[in-house]
């Protein structure tokens, strides 16, 4: 890992909205141009919000906000509080999974019992669902306790592969035959009940706004509790741990801190993720949706929330056109233009550009560097 | 009230497997003194520090702290005691800006570190007290720069900093001099008078420089393989025959 990118955030007093308008002019316009585009495509194209071209590019923008605010969860980890967890898709995944696993086993059953009636208005399908998101939280929630708590005792490599092994150990919980009535095991859960609002196939449109406006509100919270006295603290635990403990920070309160907020956003993010393919699929949980996480991160830059937007964006896009020009190899291709990549914006898309410091020369050495012979030195 | 004792530590050992880093030090610091430590290269002077500070366990013996038993207390909890503590080698944070890194130190003491939907920059009171550290360590006009970024000398004032935030009452320096320049000595000591006597603080310095040392303490404590060897007033310390010929001698007949 090359050096932490530098996080230095205007000084501001308090949060009106022209100092927030004027702060995030281009997150903002990014939203407007997202609201809008659905519309815009409809008018452009002329076919029906909810059918052909338009409906195709309203689930891109879906796959790619859910994506977005999960590699914002991960960057508040790694970016912010210098915590490498390879197991960050268990939030991802515990939150699909608890979604779609009470959604589909539990909400019928419930539903088809009893009804909760305010006056003549059947509110069960409402209550239900509040009920499932509160439950997909608290399963956020013991995952993020669970990480935190590993980090107690390891640091570094060890802690990143424990992280690695209770990922994966999850993975293969979650795939076991032993529980192929609840949870699909290999196949994972399909065709998870929905109300119709919320169906994609029918409303796509609604679930497109309800992602937006998660995104929204999610890039908002985190922003506003990186600027707060814990998320300050908490970028001090990745500057200097040891310092931090000598001048009266308990790391361990704020690493916790950190890992259930982190969880929280991937879980709702994976239950929404859930809500969009109206099921849940081992992938989810696997290390693979992790290095995702990671790769929009890095693409974008670390510790910068509006980088693993970008990362997201530029991710989902490569993985659309590459596919249809390389087939199946993308991968390959991507792999190496991800290479090249790190090699030349070591700080990612937005740290380089904060920085003004796009150094092609620097960034050749470090290339021809990698086909060096290492001479011994004695 | 006069020779009221704050830091106490009674038959204290530290041993690394076969090697003992410490041994049995019974050594106790009066209020409002500058106390020094001194020892050649592995006397053992910062493991001592080290087990003051919390940063490990002794392997026996114990820690007091105004007549309570710390011997087990984390160094978070000793922060909020009042002890501070500076690094041997310079222990900043790094991609922070001087401000903020004293800052960070200030917040530490307060009760607002979990307000997670509050703006840092809303509690006027730790940037007010980090801007007047600032001004204390000599580090003006210097605020907004990287820790990183900073010279050498004026990284030991950041490091020194740090630890003023905490408000201290007891300031432990382990080697605040190290690396630098004999012509940025003698600033950083003198802020170093003034912070200690300024608050009546307490303070145990660990040092290399000898006629530093001598020129700021009341007490001297000279160490020597784990062991105390001697201890005193400078003046009785420069003329202890035992410290002359073991430790003083060695080194002053080479300058002179």
């Given amino acids: 890992m090359t050096e932490k990118p530098i996080t230095m955030e205007p000084v501001t007093k308090k949060t009106t909205i022209s100092s927030l308008i004027n702060r995030e002019r281009g997150f903002l316009i990014f939203i407007a141009i997202m609201i809008l585009f659905p519309f815009v495509m409809n008018w452009i194209t002329g076919t029906g919000l909810n059918e052909g071209i338009t409906k195709f590019w309203q689930g891109q923008f879906i796959t790619f906000f859910i994506m977005a605010v999960f590699a914002m969860s991960y960057d508040l980890l790694i970016g912010y509080g210098g915590i490498l967890s390879f197991g960050h898709a268990a939030s991802f995944g515990g939150g699909a999974y608890a979604f779609a696993l009470l959604m589909k086993h539990w909400a019928p059953n419930f539903m088809s019992q009893y009804r909760i009636l305010i006056g003549s208005l059947d509110i069960t399908q409402t209550i239900v669902l509040i009920f499932v998101f509160l439950i997909v939280l608290l399963v956020s929630i013991l995952i993020g306790l669970l990480f935190a708590a590993t980090s107690i005792r390891l640091k570094g490599t060890y802690f990143a592969m424990l992280t690695l092994a209770i990922g994966q150990a999850l993975f293969i919980l979650i795939k076991a035959t032993d529980f192929h009535e609840w949870t699909g095991a290999d196949e994972g859960l399909h065709g998870v009940p929905l109300p119709v609002w919320l169906n994609p196939t029918q409303n796509r449109l609604t679930v497109y706004f309800i992602t937006l406006v998660f995104l929204f509100g999610s890039y908002l919270l985190m922003k506003r509790m990186t600027n707060s006295p814990t998320g300050h603290v908490v970028v001090a635990n990745r500057e200097n741990e040891d310092r931090m403990r000598m001048i009266g920070y308990n790391p361990v309160s704020f690493r916790t801190v950190a890992f259930v907020i982190s969880s929280v956003f991937a879980g709702v993010a994976g239950a929404l993720y859930s809500i969009w393919n109206m099921s849940a699929t081992p992938n989810m949980l696997s290390a693979v949706t992790t290095v995702d996480a990671l790769i929009m991160t890095i693409l974008g830059g670390m510790g910068t929330l509006i980088g693993p937007i970008i990362g997201a964006g530029i991710s989902q896009v490569i993985q659309q056109f590459f596919y249809t020009w390389f087939g199946a190899r993308w991968p390959l291709v991507f792999g190496l233009l991800f290479m090249l990549i790190v090699i030349f914006l070591p700080y990612g898309i937005v740290g380089t550009w904060r920085l003004k410091r796009l150094d092609i020369k620097e960034g050749w050495h470090r290339f021809v560097g990698l086909f060096k012979i290492q001479k011994d030195q004695s | 009230m006069e020779n009221e004792i704050i830091l106490e530590s009674r038959n204290l050992s530290k041993g690394f497997g076969g090697l003992v880093a410490v041994d049995d ?3 106790q610091i009066k209020k409002r003194t500058m ?7 592995g006397a053992g002077k910062t493991t001592l ?17 105004k007549n309570q ?12 005691l009042g002890i501070g503590r500076s690094y041997q080698i310079t222990n900043i944070f790094s991609n922070l800006t001087a401000l903020e890194n004293i800052r960070l130190a200030a917040q530490a003491m307060g009760k ?7 703006l840092a920059s809303s509690f006027q009171a730790y940037i007010d007290k980090a801007q007047e550290i600032i001004d204390l360590v000599g580090l003006t006009g210097r605020q907004m720069v990287l820790a990183r970024n900073l010279p050498h000398g004026e990284k030991r004032k950041l490091e020194l900093g740090i630890m003023l935030a905490c408000d201290p009452e007891l300031l432990l ?4 001099t190290a690396g630098m320049s004999s012509e940025q000595v003698p600033e950083l000591i003198e802020i170093i008078d003034k912070v200690v006597h300024l608050k009546e603080r307490t303070a145990i310095l660990v040092e290399h420089r000898m006629d530093m040392v001598m020129s700021i303490s009341d007490t001297v404590t000279v160490m020597n393989q784990g062991k105390i ?28």
């Fill in chain 2, 229 to 256: 060897l001697a201890e005193g007033s400078p003046h009785e310390i420069t003329n202890n025959p035992q410290v002359q010929t073991a430790y003083l001698g060695d080194l002053y007949g080479e300058l002179a």
């Fill in chain 2, 49 to 65: 520090f080290n087990l003051l500070s919390g940063v490990m366990p002794p392997t026996s013996g114990q820690v007091f702290y």
């Fill in chain 2, 25 to 27: 030090v019974s050594i």
């Fill in chain 2, 69 to 80: 038993d710390i011997t087990h207390i984390t160094p978070q909890k000793r922060a909020h």
């Fill in chain 2, 35 to 41: 106390h020094a430590i001194i020892g050649p290269n």
């Fill in chain 2, 173 to 176: 320096f382990d080697e605040p």
């Fill in chain 2, 112 to 118: 607002d570190s979990f307000k997670i939907l509050r």
